[in-house]
C-alpha cells in the first residue's frame, strides 16, 4: 500500500521558474524523504526531514513538513533544465516495528529552457 | 566510488530462467535494502537485512525470490523461474541507522521475454 501520494502527477515548467510538489501521507511518520530519479536511472537522495523538523533548506531545495496537515512540500527555486527528473517523497512505516520506505508514484518535473 | 553498487545493470532473460543480481552496500551501513520498480510507480519494498539477518520480508516477494547477505557485507537476490511479470527495475538501498538516510544504488533492469 502507499502511504506518500505526490501532487501534481506532472509539472512542466520553464528555466528559471519555481517548482513545487506537494506529498500527503496518511498516518504518523518518524521521517519523510525526496528522492530525485532521472529516467530509468536510480534514486538520488535530496533530503531527509524528521517529524519534529518543520522546515530544511539544502541549496536551491527547501522542504517544509505539516505533520498535523499530514503533508510535505518540496520547492526548487530558479529551476534548470537538469532539474528535469520524477520526485518522490518517502515516508517510514508507521507503527516502529519496520524500517522500509513507502513511495508515492512521483511527480514529473519537466524544465523547458 | 564510494556509493550503492549494482550488477549487472541490465539484464534479459528468457521466462523460466533463474537470473542473479548483486549489490554491493556503501561499506560502513549495516542495513540493506531491496525494492522493485515498475513503469510509471514509485518504488516497492521487497526486504531488508541488518548485517547477515534477514529481518522483513514483503508478500511481494514470492517463494520464487530469495535475497541473501553473507557475511553481511554484499548481498544477492536470486529470482527463479521468471516470469514476465517479475520484468522491473531492482533497486538496492543502504544506510547506517534505523531512521538515517537510504541511499540507492543504479538498479538492475530485468526484462524477461
Known amino acids: 500500500s502507499q502511504q506518500g501520494e505526490e501532487d501534481p502527477q506532472a509539472l512542466s515548467i520553464q528555466e528559471g521558474e519555481n517548482a513545487t510538489m506537494n506529498c500527503s501521507y496518511k498516518?504518523?511518520?518518524?521521517?519523510l524523504q525526496w528522492y530525485r530519479q532521472n529516467s530509468g536511472r536510480g534514486l538520488v537522495h535530496l533530503i531527509l526531514?524528521?517529524?519534529?523538523?518543520r522546515e530544511k533548506h539544502s541549496g536551491r531545495l527547501r522542504v517544509t513538513l505539516d505533520t498535523s496537515k499530514k503533508s510535505s512540500s518540496l520547492l526548487i527555486t530558479a529551476s534548470r533544465a537538469a532539474d528535469t527528473a520524477s520526485y518522490f517523497c518517502?515516508?517510514?512505516?508507521?507503527?516502529?516495528?519496520?524500517?522500509?520506505?513507502?513511495f508515492g508514484k512521483g511527480t514529473k518535473l519537466t524544465v523547458n529552457p | 566510488d564510494t556509493g550503492v553498487s549494482q550488477n549487472p545493470r541490465h539484464k534479459i532473460t528468457k521466462r523460466g530462467q533463474n537470473v542473479t543480481f548483486r549489490c554491493d552496500p556503501i561499506?560502513?551501513?549495516?542495513?540493506l535494502y531491496w525494492y522493485r520498480q515498475t513503469l510509471g510507480q514509485g518504488p516497492e519494498f521487497l526486504t531488508y537485512?541488518?548485517?547477515?539477518?534477514?529481518?522483513?520480508k514483503s508478500r511481494l516477494l514470492s517463494d520464487r525470490f530469495s535475497a541473501e547477505r553473507p557475511k553481511g557485507s554484499f548481498s544477492t537476490l536470486e529470482i527463479q523461474r521468471t516470469e514476465q511479470g517479475d520484468s522491473a527495475m531492482y533497486l538496492c538501498?543502504?544506510?547506517?541507522?534505523?531512521?538515517?538516510?537510504?541511499?540507492f544504488g543504479p538498479g538492475t533492469r530485468l526484462t524477461v521475454l
Open positions: 518517502a515516508t517510514d512505516e508507521p507503527g516502529g516495528g519496520s524500517e522500509k520506505l513507502v
Open positions: 498516518t504518523s511518520i518518524n521521517n
Open positions: 537485512f541488518q548485517n547477515e539477518a534477514q529481518l522483513e
Open positions: 538501498a543502504s544506510s547506517r541507522g534505523r531512521t538515517d538516510t537510504q541511499y
Open positions: 526531514i524528521r517529524s519534529n523538523e
Open positions: 561499506s560502513e551501513h549495516n542495513r
